[in-house]
Nanobody
Framework: VQLQASGGGLVQAGGSLRLSCAAS????????MAWFRQAPGKEREFVAA????????AYADSVKGRFTISRDNAKNTLFLQMNSLKPEDTAVYYC??????????????????WGQGTLVTVSS
C-alpha cells in the first residue's frame, strides 16, 4: 500500500489549495479515505473523511464549509479542496485509508494506513 500526498505549499490567508493523494495497492474503491493534519507542537487531528463510493462525507467543525473532500476512483486519487485558508490551518496534511470495506466513520476513528505528509503553510 502506498499513499502519496501532494499539493501542499505556501499560501496567503484567504487563499486556496488543492491536495491530492495518489493510492496504489488494493482496489481503491474498496476503502474509505480521510485527511488528517498535524500542526507544530500539536497532536494529529481529523480533517475530513469520505466513503468508498464518495456519497458520504464528514468534516471536522473547524473546516466545515471551507474544505471539500472528494475522490476519483477511476484514477485512484483522493482530493482535499481547501478554500478560505486561515493561519491556523498551517500543518502537515496526511491522507489515510480504512481497512477493507471500511466506512468513513471507521477511517476517521481508526485509520489503517497512512501516507507521508504534505506541508501547508498559511501566512497572515
Amino acid at each position: 500500500v502506498q499513499l502519496q500526498a501532494s499539493g501542499g505549499g505556501l499560501v496567503q490567508a484567504g487563499g486556496s489549495l488543492r491536495l491530492s493523494c495518489a493510492a496504489s495497492g488494493g482496489t481503491f474503491s474498496d476503502y474509505a479515505m480521510a485527511w488528517f493534519r498535524q500542526a507544530p507542537g500539536k497532536e494529529r487531528e481529523f480533517v475530513a473523511a469520505i466513503s468508498q463510493g464518495g456519497s458520504t462525507t464528514a468534516y471536522a467543525d473547524s473546516v466545515k464549509g471551507r474544505f471539500t473532500i472528494s475522490r476519483d476512483n477511476a484514477k485512484n486519487t483522493l482530493f482535499l479542496q481547501m478554500n478560505s485558508l486561515k493561519p491556523e490551518d498551517t500543518a502537515v496534511y496526511y491522507c489515510a485509508r480504512s481497512g477493507l470495506y471500511g466506512t468513513s466513520r471507521q477511517v476517521r476513528d481508526n485509520p489503517q494506513y497512512w501516507g507521508q505528509g504534505t506541508l501547508v503553510t498559511v501566512s497572515s
